[in-house]
């Protein structure tokens, strides 16, 4: 039996697609893979896809990420480049504005000033230092799902860039 593009549904001849330039070689994410391979590629390489997986995380984001963990992956932009590139964005947002994530709450509970305090110092680390404990959750929650903890670590880290892209909707548009 043939096997087909995950991308396009065409038949497969070779190592790519011929007709959208998807890789036939898609493999389940591992840990070792996505430090090894991802981070890096994600700090050194920016691919195309950045305006395509925008539009996708912002419109159809459930679907977005069920077809980035599927492998339909050649029209996306790599998942460690789009937090990067999104992290440097809001950095640069804050910098220059008085915009805060934290304004977004009233301040009034104890604990939330003390939440709103460390988020105002880091908070891009507190984002990234929240992706693997959400992962472990997520797996934890959805074993029956034949998912593997680095599958739900990359549907976190996507599901991150989500956030990221609705607090700016929120706030910078007002």
């Known amino acids: 039996m043939a096997k087909l ?9 070779g190592n790519f697609c011929i007709h959208c330039g998807q890789s036939a070689e898609i493999h389940r ?7 090894s391979h991802d981070f890096a590629h994600a700090i050194f390489h920016f691919d195309k896809g950045l305006f395509f ?16 963990i599927e492998g339909k992956r ?3 932009i790599n ?7 999104l992290i440097m964005v809001f950095s640069l947002i804050e910098h220059l504005t008085p915009f805060h994530y934290t304004d977004l709450g009233d301040g009034r509970n ?16 507190i984002f990234l230092t929240m ?30 860039k989500i956030q990221f892209i ?8 007002k």
């Open 79 to 85: 998942y460690f480049s789009m937090l990067v590139l």
């Open 5 to 13: 593009c995950l991308n396009c549904n065409r038949k497969l001849e």
């Open 110 to 125: 104890d604990i939330l000033k003390r939440i709103d305090n460390l988020l105002k110092e880091h908070p891009k680390f």
């Open 29 to 35: 994410f591992t840990l070792k893979h996505v430090f």
């Open 131 to 160: 992706i693997p404990l959400q992962a472990l959750v997520s797996y934890l929650l959805f074993r029956k799902a034949d998912q593997n903890y680095s599958e739900h670590f990359v549907l976190n880290s996507l599901q991150t």
């Open 74 to 76: 050649v029209a996306h």
């Open 53 to 68: 997986s925008v539009k996708e995380l912002f419109f159809r984001p459930g679907h977005s990420v069920r077809e980035y």
């Open 166 to 173: 609705e607090s700016s909707d929120v706030n910078l548009f």
